[in-house]
């Protein structure tokens, strides 16, 4: 009995309309830089005398930025060695970190009935608290290295608490109230990195000091590669949201509330506590990604120390349908992505902005299959 | 005009809910549509009103074949309906609500609404209705909204009238004002359809008689039938409209209301000066309209209201000011009135939502950690217990009929050390054999010695399980009567008159 | 009732705080310029101390919380609107008065440039109302300036027609509305989801050929020319208010137009009745004819098609180029002005100018050399709607239905 069901989920999840799916965001992501490709538009100027040159250049246009996103992302065949052909690898293992943190995050929330989209503010405050710590907290590497990291979890934590507060008290929207944190948050970060509260004394600009080194994630392997020990954080950050989500009592009322919120009250679970605890543990795993940011890659604060993870990780817990395994899948396709940008943009100009587009087209085909049923004319999935 | 359905079947997937039904009904006719829940009834009259297409079938009026792509066809053609759940929009005022759809209008799409007042107060007028056209309809009380919703038919000059279940919510006093209304409709000519499996009403009214099972016409009754035949003819096996009990063994006063004041979260005072007892092995039914302070009344019982005085108290334990988990722990079972609301999880399993109330308890739970073996057990066992009809435990809630689901939340509520028991309306939606089932189960916690709270807004219910009935009226108890008391007696206390 | 004593204790939070400034309040004083060149009578300047001005505001809104709260206590009656109007009056003029000591504060400036900062907010907060109005909630009106702004900037820039240009953003918003529609209403997503990621899908796009198309050949692709400024005879002349009002472009008179229009359509019309209705209770829309899903699209369309007015605003409206992200979150302030104007569109019209008036403020301020950090000002609206909708507004209700996709069975 337990297999069929395994074998019923695998089907009714339809991995195909997620394979489909992907494939149809990169095909229109070749689209877009094939139109903004100069010789493209070139070529097509003298179209009807040398039509090939068109083809050509299309092909080269595509071709070439998905090859530059592989060597950027997945192994570097140009590489003069092994070691450094893999080092790409390494790198999308460390953009996924931060994502995948912050998309475990927002998973508890959405799992919760809670539409938190402050994953940005949140990274934001445990970025702040961290690198505050880390910057000025003077202790020995056993206690400043532990306390810089659980200082990242605990900025998350306050400042997602803190939506989760305003709406058990007073029942104020959390969609509302999470995008309002994240531009509060941003101004906040603003204006204290023009202060002396973290603003580096000789600097003009809002940029702080370095982290000390003790408070550093370690590098995994040597300082040719940008993979830290936050990774496996986020690892054991996977495991702990399945045992949360799937075997713990919290969880429980977690899931209790998100489904029906009047029926886990009647039950005499305490939904204030609960709106308090989720939009807190979500807020803590977006603040650990602050964490990853400012002590494994960033080294100093700037305004940009969120990036863009804010909005990957909605895609991404969207796109994992919030499921922690889906989640850590989704995260390290997204971190390949960004790590595929930068060689994309660098060799081949292609602007890494069509990330963002790739990765919002994903969401939206997966969140309709009847559309990617019909752009690739599949059956429709018979439900058992 | 005459109403002719000929033939009409109606499919959803794999199950039929209307199967080549046949009906016909003349002007200056009540034909009542008799039927359990799920017998078909709505769907049929869903398919007459353009919301659903019939699969086979076709509809007549004054003998030509009519196809309504959706109600404003049907409406166009002289078919109105008074819908079971309104169709009102809350924050709109009574002329605007009776206008949608078909609005007057000035110049270019310009709202002409002095002309919907004039006709409202016309129709109002004609019926006796004394009804403001300006008026928001959510402040409005229910009896009126559904006068409400009788002029919006009346206004399009409809011929043919439906009435979904229109009694439900009404009191014994305005379900009589209805049925006149009913008969003063039928007398000037309209084609009346009345949904209903209220037998009483159906043996004042009808002229004719449908009987629904299971999506067919099972035959047609007379209104002189005997209500046993009528329930027979509708349940499909011989019916015992009484319920068993034996005389209350009763013990000590365990459950006391004194003054017992509550005020909702707008400020507004729903509860004034309660007052009640309920012994060991009794059973106390709060009978009323709904609507009035009975679910309230429950929710200090279960400690969901925040403002209150007065005294709430079981076991000589003050219940006022704990949290709802403490008041379960003290030994309350609460069986809600909406179950899907707020009874169960729809998304969960059957097993999930059986420890709904107990997930982070011995034995389910360890430490922090969920113990998957011994919630399936104990779903298995309970599954058993209550003959609850599912694939398995791991089907969802919402995947069950709705005795089921009562099942899970009666097996739930009942599986906790009782020390009282509060139900809401526990019958409500379910087919014969389910109320039968719920009947015993609250029976048989009453003779096991717990006092029994039961909310009743039925006045059969009331009075069958009922060993002594308080009847609320406005947010007060009007007062606490024998079961034996006679209903004309009860209906009166229900609307406030005696 | 406990909205309305969390309102008074809201107030009297902010009245202790108004105290507070009144005690810190500097000694020198704040000199006010009401007059403009085109005035036709001219005011004089004049000084005010901060703390005369500092003391009446902190009475008034003390005053004022504590009768609230009066009202809530003991008549058990909610906060009447002209106190919250004067409650906010008074703190907003203390607050200028304070920031502006011993500078002078232009008033026409203040305020000429608030409206051209709420501009796309208003048009966007339209989109809002004409959208959740009809049951659909509209997270993406970021998206839909955005798309605006960009799209007339780059048609209007290979056109050189302003007016080609405007119709493209109006096409642009709409094609981003159009998304938002087909996917809440046909393929059932929740209408958050779908909003957000609309918003990165924009944003994504104009960024992509903003590096690519506008900036490689920045003469051909993105040059517009940009709207100019027209007085309207007479009324440009009113004292203070028609500078502001009536001095301004062509997309300014059309967002008065735009307002008028909605207002009259959602509240006089049987259109509006119908949109409305299919907001609060489809269904019941459904029972009596009206088509849900057409109205439901037709209404996102169309306010899509104002918020993308709204973005050209951004570009042929003020700076004439597009920007790279140039809408800076205005959507999201929009979508806020909406809430705070409890999808009305004239109330939403106003907190949009609340929040235009914020902005430039910091702006304004700058420009005097005053110490204030910017980054506070422009934390303001923002941690205004978070006060707003936690405490002085309370449970604001939207239409019923918003968020709900209607399933027809």
């Known amino acids: ?126 970025a702040m608290l961290s690198g505050w710590v880390a910057i000025y907290v003077q202790a020995p590497v056993y206690v400043l290295f532990p306390l810089a990291v659980l200082a990242g979890l605990v900025g998350g934590a306050i400042w997602g608490g803190l939506v989760g507060l305003l709406k058990a008290t007073t029942g104020a929207n959390e969609v509302i109230v999470t995008i309002m944190f994240n531009y509060i948050a941003v101004y906040l970060l603003g204006y204290l990195l023009k202060t002396p509260v973290l603003k580096a004394p000789q600097s003009i600009n809002p940029v702080s000091l370095p982290v000390q080194n003790d408070a550093k994630f370690p590098l995994l392997f040597g300082s040719d590669y940008r993979l830290h020990a936050g990774f496996f954080v986020m690892l054991a950050a996977v495991a702990f949201v399945w045992w949360l989500l799937n075997r713990s009592t919290i969880g429980y009322q977690f899931r209790a509330l998100g489904h029906n919120p009047d029926a886990s009250k009647v039950a005499g679970i305490n939904i204030g506590m609960t709106y308090i605890l989720v939009m807190a543990i979500s807020g803590a795993l977006s603040g650990l990604a602050g964490a990853s940011q400012i002590l494994g890659t960033e080294r100093v604060l700037t305004t940009g120390v969120a990036a863009s993870y804010g909005i990957d990780a909605i895609t ?18 997204f971190g390949a992505l960004r790590a595929g940008a930068v060689t994309m943009q660098a060799n081949q100009n292609v602007p890494s902005e069509i990330v963002l587009v790739v990765q919002s087209l994903i969401v939206l085909f997966i969140a309709a299959p009847p559309l990617v049923r019909a752009m690739f004319r599949l059956p429709k999935v018979v439900k058992a | 005009m005459k109403l002719e359905l000929r033939g009409i079947t109606k499919r959803f997937g794999a199950m039929v809910a209307n199967d080549k039904v046949s009906l016909t009904v003349q002007p200056g006719e009540i034909h009542c549509l008799l039927g359990e829940n799920g017998a078909g009834k709505s769907t049929l009259m869903n398919v007459l009103y353009g919301l659903y297409q019939a699969d086979e079938g076709e509809i007549l009026l004054d003998d030509e074949v009519q196809k309504f792509a959706g109600p404003g066809e049907a409406m166009a053609a002289g078919i109105g309906m008074v819908h079971q759940h309104f169709m009102l929009i809350p924050v709109f005022t009574v002329a605007e609500n009776v206008i949608l759809g078909h609005e007057p209008t000035k110049f270019g799409g310009v709202l002409d609404l002095k002309q919907a007042r004039d006709k409202v107060r016309e129709l109002s007028n004609r019926f006796g209705f004394d009804i403001d056209p300006d008026a928001i309809v959510g402040e409005l009380p229910v009896g009126v909204q559904q006068r409400v919703e009788i002029i919006k038919a009346l206004i399009s000059d409809a011929k043919v009238l439906v009435f979904d279940e229109p009694t439900a919510v009404l009191t014994p006093q305005e379900t009589d004002e209805l049925m006149a209304i009913m008969k003063q409709l039928r007398q000037a000519g309209h084609a009346i359809v009345f949904i209903t499996h209220k037998l009483r009403e159906v043996k004042e009214v009808a002229d004719r008689i449908t009987v629904l099972r299971l999506g067919k016409v099972v035959g047609e009754a007379k209104p002189t039938d005997t209500a046993e035949q009528l329930a027979s003819m509708m ?68 400690g969901a209201h925040a403002r209150t005085t007065g005294k709430v108290s079981l076991d000589d334990q003050d219940l006022l000011g704990k949290s709802i988990k403490q008041i379960l722990d003290l030994g309350l079972g609460f069986v809600p009135e909406d179950r899907t609301q707020d009874g169960l999880v729809g998304e969960f399993t059957i097993a999930e939502n059986l420890i709904l109330d107990r997930s982070d308890r011995k034995p389910f739970a360890k430490g922090p950690s969920i113990q998957p073996k011994v919630v399936r057990e104990f779903a298995q066992e309970k599954l058993k217990q209550y003959d609850i009809r599912a694939q398995s435990i791991d089907s969802t809630a919402k995947q069950l009929s709705g005795g089921n689901q009562q099942k899970v939340v009666l097996a739930r509520e009942l599986s906790r050390d009782l020390r009282l028991l509060v139900a809401s309306q526990p019958t409500r939606g379910l087919d014969v054999g389910s109320i039968e089932f719920v009947h015993d189960q609250i029976i048989a916690a009453r003779d096991s010695g717990i006092p029994v709270v039961i909310v009743a807004t039925e006045l059969d219910e009331a009075t069958q399980l009922g060993d002594r009935i308080a009847v609320m009226y406005r947010g007060k108890i009007v007062g606490i009567v024998p079961a034996d008391t006679p209903r004309t007696v009860l209906g009166q206390m229900m609307a406030g008159v005696a | 009732m406990r909205q309305s004593r969390k309102a008074s204790i809201t107030m009297l939070a902010l009245a202790v705080f108004s105290f507070v400034l009144w005690a810190m309040a500097p000694a020198t004083a704040t000199t006010i310029k009401v007059a403009t060149d085109s005035d036709i009578i001219k005011l004089p300047d004049f000084n005010v101390s901060p703390m005369l001005v500092s003391a009446i505001s902190a009475i008034v809104m003390l005053g004022v919380a504590l009768f609230v ?83 007339s900037a780059l048609i209007a820039s290979i056109t050189h027609s302003l007016w080609l240009g405007l119709v493209g953003a109006l096409i642009a918003g709409a094609a981003v509305s159009w998304i938002l529609a087909v996917f809440s209403i046909k393929y059932v997503v929740d209408q958050i989801i779908v909003g957000v990621v609309l918003n990165v ?72 009745l119908r949109v409305r209705a299919v907001g609060e209770y489809p269904l019941a829309a459904d029972t009596v004819g009206i088509k849900v899903y057409r109205t439901r699209y037709i209404s996102v369309v169309i306010g899509g098609a104002l918020a993308g007015l709204g973005g050209a605003a951004f570009t042929l409206g003020s700076v004439g180029a597009f920007g790279d992200k140039m809408t800076n979150g205005a959507g999201y302030i929009a979508l806020a002005a909406l809430i705070f104007g409890r999808w009305n569109p004239i109330l939403a019209a106003l907190a949009g100018l609340l929040f235009g008036f914020a902005q430039n403020l910091q702006y304004v301020l700058t420009a005097v050399g005053s110490p204030v950090p910017s980054e506070l000002l422009l934390m303001l609206p923002y941690a205004l709607t978070v006060v707003a909708v936690a405490g002085l507004v309370g449970k604001v209700t939207g239409p019923a239905s918003a968020g709900k996709p209607y399933i027809k069975s």
């Open chain 3, 69 to 151: 709260g009066w009202l809530a206590v003991k008549k058990n009656r909610k906060a009447p609107r002209w106190a919250i109007v004067l409650f906010g009056l008074a703190f907003v003029v203390q607050a200028l008065v304070l920031l502006f000591s011993g500078k002078t504060m232009t008033i026409s400036d203040l305020l000429r440039g608030s409206l051209v900062l709420a501009v796309p907010l208003i048009f966007g907060s339209m989109a809002g109302v004409l959208s959740e109005r009809v049951g659909v909630v509209n997270i993406a009106i970021e998206g839909q300036l955005l798309a605006g702004a960009f799209t």
């Open chain 1, 1 to 126: 009995m337990k297999n069929n069901r395994i074998v019923r989920e695998i089907l009714n999840t339809s991995a195909s309309t997620t394979v489909f799916a992907v494939l149809a965001s990169f095909i229109v992501g070749g689209v877009l830089i094939a139109v903004a490709n100069q010789d493209v538009q070139t070529a097509v100027g003298y179209f009807f005398n040398r039509p090939g040159d068109t083809f050509a250049a299309l092909w080269n246009a595509v071709s070439g930025a998905y090859a530059a996103m592989f060597r950027g992302a997945i192994y570097n065949y140009n590489a003069h060695d092994f070691a450094n052909g893999i080092s790409p690898i390494t790198d999308t293992l460390a953009f996924a970190t931060p994502i995948t943190l912050a998309g475990l995050g927002l998973a508890v929330a959405f799992r919760s009935g809670l539409f938190n989209i402050g994953a940005n503010g949140q990274i934001i405050f445990g």
């Open chain 3, 201 to 272: 899908l924009v944003i994504g796009l104009t960024s992509f050929f903003f590096s690519t198309v506008m900036q490689a050949n920045q003469s051909v692709f993105n040059s517009p020319p940009r709207f100019d400024s027209i007085a309207i005879p007479l009324l440009s002349q009113i004292p203070v208010l028609g500078p502001m009002l009536f001095t301004q472009t062509a997309i300014v008179y059309l967002m008065y137009v735009a307002l008028a229009a909605v207002y009259f359509f959602m509240f006089k019309t049987r259109w509006g």
């Open chain 2, 235 to 302: 349940v499909g096996r011989a019916v015992d409209l009484d319920v068993n009990k034996g005389a209350p063994k009763l013990g000590k006063k365990a459950f006391v209301v004194e003054g017992l004041n509550a005020w909702n979260e707008a400020g507004t005072q729903v509860l004034f000066d309660v007052s009640l007892d309920v012994h060991e092995g009794e059973i106390l039914v709060i009978a009323g309209v709904q609507g009035n302070g009975q679910t309230e009344l429950t929710e200090v019982i279960l």
């Open chain 1, 316 to 333: 991404v817990a969207l796109l994992g349908r919030s499921k922690p395994l889906g989640v850590l899948a989704a995260g390290i396709l």
